[in-house]
Nanobody
């Protein structure tokens, strides 16, 4: 079982920046992919950004050019740098990891961190 802990959420004004962090309890070298998802009130959870073990990043159209996903293997942490934040970015942000096992892929989620963009 992999524990996933997010941090870095908070209240920020429109146009501001936040950096989210995700620290899994297992080595990132065992993950096929890591990603960030978000869920706003009354809406379904949606993909924000993912990054594969090979380094390929994928972004939702709504965040391209504003958000950047990155990882630090030395710190065993994946980040989501969010710039030029908009009120519509307000949501609970979740970190997801896909761990390679001898049975396939296991999927783990964090508890989420709230991001509120408001003046």
């Amino acid at each position: 079982q992999v524990q996933v802990v997010e941090s870095g959420g908070g209240l920020v004004q429109p146009g501001g920046s936040l950096r989210l962090s995700c620290a899994p309890s297992a080595s990132m070298w065992s993950f096929a992919a890591m990603g960030w998802y978000r869920q706003a009130p009354g809406k379904q959870r949606e993909l924000v950004a993912t990054i594969t073990s090979g380094g390929s990043a994928n972004y939702a159209d709504s965040v391209k050019g504003r958000f950047t996903i990155s990882r630090d293997y030395a710190k065993n942490t994946v980040y989501l740098q969010m710039n030029s934040l908009k009120p519509e970015d307000t949501a609970v942000y979740y970190c997801n990891v896909e761990q390679l096992t001898n049975k396939g892929l296991d999927d783990y989620w964090g508890q989420g961190t709230q991001v509120t963009v408001s003046s």
